[in-house]
């Protein structure tokens, strides 16, 4: 009776509930805690969660197990302890640490950008300064900042993007460097290039062009920029330094300013291979008449035969003339005699003369169309990276194709690049970095601008330049006769029609260009480190220029088909050993084959000892020293190949004479031309901060040691 009663008044009073359940909740926790769990979240940045983390770390903290953010910043994570401590970290941003079983998909997790960000320093190439402590001024993009369709040289990138930076394209062709101004364009020595600096190393031109002549057209523009071999997509950053600043740390060099590239390397991806692909297609459109003030084919018509009938048009001249358009077409047909007919070619009437006229007045030819293409650019990207917190590997390859943009102009590149990180310790810290890049270019030929001191001009014999040729020659001319057959008008006492010179005067051109970097760095106490960097450089590069037998240049040095012709044509030789003599001909078979050929070999060497101190929250004090040397050794070479027989199996059959002639001239037929540069230089800095105020002493000295006698000792105070 008394146990029923207490077990009705436990049950009626609640307390069995609370024992029932604190039993229960018991069992249920050491259930829950003795079995693993999924979990699933996102990283994303703390300053935008719109901004998804791609390739953080994420890892089961004292443990090897994690994994990495995909392309969403997403992550999975199997098998897990809920009370396990999962560690999230990625380059640039402060690692967070976080409970398993508190993370949730729709409950980002943030993460906070260090001081290392690019917006709290500056990269100079030598170190990694806090902007606070950089005296200079700079200004740094990301890759992702730079990014622009259809760029395929990190050069035009920077169009637009860097205020006070002027950038001028003075070509369309793969290769040709434009003129890039950071400081003005004005300067004592007469040159504006910036110096670029990739990785922390100074990149030595692989030929010595000044920025103005970039714009000449001649054949070494083609090797202008010094960093057509990069592939966009392994840029990381880039830093512009414009003030003296610049010059302090690289010398005179740096006077116009200093471009410093930053590129990609491997990152934490907790052991796994991360691989990217990117594709970029791009189509370049013809240009059109309709941009310029140009007359059409009937107008300027009109305009000459108004001259022609005040008798501004005299034949002798025109028949004879060293260029010949209509009109020299026209009047030789009146001379044109058939004996089998007995009739001439054009009859000397006015309405013969107007009928001949009026299919060259209706003709309104668009070069533009015709010369050049709606090409196609592609550019394939491939990169792999994985890591750990100990080693990182990048490696990436990618290939461009540019159909060109007129006939007869396209290029191919291949890149490759492979880069190691590692850590041994706490103490000892390197790198490797290899990288290199192959072009195989056609263009037009072309040959070396001349300057015309009489007149204050430049000239530049056989231009081919298809953008010159569409805007100045007349719509009159037509590149094709009623038959479909290229029609040739007449240059240089010869035939011409440039889609047959753009098809027999060409130029192949091949580049290698090869570098191995290295970097070690040691710490000797926490506040000091030392390190040692290395770098060497090979580029090589074939010009192959080929004139055919018909194309109007080797046609030019055989006009001699009548007297005047003779007496008039400049490439024809008088004999002075002659003196009564005609004129003769020196290229009387084959055409010409010219190799021109550019080699750089460069070395660099540079120790740095480093030292960084805070006392309490404010006061930093900062030194750095450094030891560099350089050195860059270029050989150029050319050789004209005389009377090669493009059509005949490549035989050789030069003439004496046009040797002879080349000597008298002073020009001479093969050659080599030497260059060597030598650089030593050491400096230190040191800093000093309390907070806001902010000191720097520096003192530099360089000496360069060019080929030429004496040296030249640069001295550099602030």
Not at 684 to 711: I, S, V, Y
């Amino acid at each position: 009776m008394r146990k029923s009663l207490q077990r009705r008044v436990l049950w009626n009073s609640g307390a069995f509930y609370k024992m029932f359940s604190a039993l229960a909740l018991f069992f249920f926790s050491a259930s829950v805690y003795g079995q693993n769990i999924d979990v699933s979240g996102k990283v994303v940045e703390a300053e935008n969660a719109n901004t998804p983390l791609v390739g953080a770390s994420v890892v089961i903290k004292s443990t090897s197990r994690g994994t990495a953010t995909d392309s969403k910043g997403e992550f999975t994570l199997k098998s897990v302890a809920p009370t396990d401590r999962i560690v999230i970290s990625m380059s640039g941003f402060a690692s967070r640490e976080v409970e398993a079983q508190s993370i949730r998909r729709d409950r980002p997790i943030r993460l906070e950008s260090t001081a290392t960000d690019l917006g709290e320093v500056v990269v100079t190439g030598y170190q990694t300064v806090k902007k606070k402590l950089f005296s200079g001024s700079s200004s740094t993009l990301t890759a992702k900042q730079l990014e622009r369709s259809g760029m395929t040289d990190i050069t035009k990138m920077l169009e637009g993007q860097f205020a006070g930076v002027s950038l001028q394209n003075v070509s369309g062709t793969f290769g040709a460097a434009p003129k890039l101004r950071i400081r003005g364009a004005t300067s004592l020595s007469g040159d504006n290039k910036p110096l670029w600096v990739i990785d922390g190393i100074i990149v030595e031109d692989v030929v010595n062009i000044s920025n103005e002549a970039l714009s000449t057209g001649d054949m070494n523009t083609l090797l202008g920029s010094s960093v057509a071999g990069i592939n966009p997509d392994d840029i990381q950053d880039i830093t512009i330094l414009r003030d003296a600043a610049a010059t302090a740390l690289y010398g005179a060099r740096a006077m116009n300013g200093v471009i410093v590239v930053t590129t990609k390397k491997g990152r934490q991806t907790s052991g796994q291979t991360r691989i990217n692909y990117s594709s970029n297609l791009s189509r370049y459109i013809k240009p059109s008449y309709a941009e310029f003030d140009v007359l059409n084919s009937g107008d300027q018509m009109a305009v000459m035969v108004e001259l022609m009938n005040k008798g501004y048009y005299q034949m002798p001249g025109i028949i004879n003339g060293s260029d010949g358009g209509v009109f020299y077409k026209m009047y030789n047909k009146l001379y044109e005699y058939d004996p089998v007919t007995k009739t001439y070619g054009l009859r000397n009437d006015a309405p013969s003369k107007n009928a001949f006229l009026e299919r060259y007045a209706n003709a309104n030819t668009d070069w533009f169309d015709i010369i050049f293409k709606n090409s196609l650019v592609q550019e394939h990207s491939l990169s792999i990276t994985s890591g750990t917190d100990r080693f990182q590997t990048y490696a990436s390859t990618s290939y461009l194709k540019d159909d060109g943009q007129t006939i007869g102009n396209t290029v191919e590149r291949y890149t490759g690049n492979f880069r190691v990180n590692f850590k041994m310790g706490n103490k000892f810290s390197g790198e490797l970095l290899t990288a290199g890049s192959v072009r195989n270019q056609r263009a037009p030929g072309t040959q070396n601008q001349q300057s015309e001191p009489v007149y204050g001009s430049y000239l530049r014999g056989f231009d081919i330049n298809p953008y010159n040729y569409a805007l100045n020659t007349s719509r009159m001319i037509t590149p094709y006769d009623d038959n479909g057959n290229l029609e040739f008008f007449r240059k240089n006492f010869a035939p011409f029609n440039i889609i047959n010179e753009l098809n027999s005067n060409y130029m192949k051109m091949n580049v290698l260009d090869f570098k191995v970097q290295g970097r070690a760095e040691y710490n000797i106490i926490p506040q000091l480190s030392y390190a040692l960097s290395g770098a060497y450089r090979y580029v090589k590069s074939e010009n192959q220029t080929s004139v055919l037998e018909g194309s109007n240049m080797v046609q030019a040095y055989r006009a001699a088909s009548d007297p005047t012709t003779i007496g008039s044509n400049q490439y024809l030789y008088g004999d002075p050993d002659k003196p009564y003599g005609y004129p003769m001909v020196v290229l009387p078979s084959g055409g010409f084959y010219n190799v021109n050929m550019n080699n750089l070999t460069s070395f660099y060497l540079r120790q740095e000892l480093k030292y960084d101190q805070t006392f309490g929250k404010d006061h930093v004090v900062s030194a750095f020293g450094s030891m560099e040397m350089r050195s860059a050794d270029r050989q150029d070479q050319f050789f004209d190949g005389v009377g090669y027989q493009f059509a005949n199996g490549g035989l050789v059959n030069p003439y004496y004479m046009y040797f002879k002639q080349a000597g008298e001239a002073g020009r001479p037929y093969f050659g080599m031309r030497p260059g060597k540069d030598r650089f030593l230089g050491f400096g230190w800095k040191h800093w000093e901060c309390h907070q806001l105020f902010c000191g720097l002493l520096q003192f530099d000295r360089q000496a360069a040691l060019p080929e030429r006698p004496g040296n030249t000792d640069l001295y550099f105070k602030s």
